[in-house]
Antibody
């Protein structure tokens, strides 16, 4: 069974940093691109970033470019999102999603940016 | 960016009746490879999104056949032939054909 489990969410002050993790199991992690998608409270879905199979290429939506960094450790079957210079508008549930076609999603990690 | 506009924003449906959700793109979402990477997702209350339909009309494993997708180019539709109580939630279209991937704003389905 495909499983994606996010962790690392929490409360952070504006300007702070946080690193999210996504532990993958039940499939060949190295065979898939991976994505981060977020959902602000009561709002819709926003794609943030993705990374290719070997981690050599990363792509970002403009709103997080330069602040967020996606990475992966294929030996650990794990995906990461390093988030710096956090703002109130980054408050959201952050999901990892599998592949170019988003066929499996984790349960999400809540990130709250507040002073 | 390909902006996806869903309508209606919400709909209230009597169980057993049909429902239809429209997703219109600001530009064609046909990929250069000729495929159309238009997906539909269901998000039940308190849950993460679940993909229902991929590439316009292909139902994912375990998705009831009362769900169907259709369309081409810029206009797409998700239909539920007979709504059931478990179909309550928000439905999103999403395109992966043009950079960056984008989602529609969502359509909330409620039961009367």
């Amino acid at each position: 069974e495909v499983q994606l489990v996010e962790s690392g969410g929490g409360l952070v002050r504006p300007g702070g940093s946080l690193r999210l993790s996504c532990a993958a199991s039940g499939f060949a992690f190295t065979s898939y691109w991976m994505n981060w998608v977020r959902q602000a409270p009561g709002k819709g879905l926003e794609w943030l970033a993705n990374i290719n199979k070997d981690g050599s290429a990363q792509f970002y939506v403009d709103s997080v470019k330069g602040r967020f960094t996606i990475s992966r450790d294929n030996a650990k079957n794990s995906l990461y999102l390093q988030m710096n210079s956090l703002r109130a508008e980054d408050t959201a549930v952050y999901y990892c999603a599998r592949g170019a076609y988003f066929d499996n999603w984790g349960q999400g990690a809540l990130v709250t940016i507040s002073s | 960016d390909a902006v996806l506009t869903q309508s209606p924003l919400s709909l209230s449906v009597t169980p057993g009746q049909p429902a239809s959700i429209s997703c219109r793109s600001s530009q064609s979402v046909v990929h250069i490879d000729g495929n159309t990477y238009l997906n539909w997702f269901q998000q039940r209350p308190g849950q993460s999104p679940r993909r229902l339909i991929h590439e316009v009309s292909n139902r994912d494993s375990g998705v009831p056949d009362r769900f169907s997708g259709s369309g081409s180019g810029t206009d797409f539709t998700l239909k539920i032939s007979r709504v059931e109580a478990e179909d309550v939630g928000v439905y999103y279209c999403m395109q992966g054909s043009k950079w960056p991937p984008t989602f529609g704003g969502g359509t909330k389905v409620e039961i009367k």
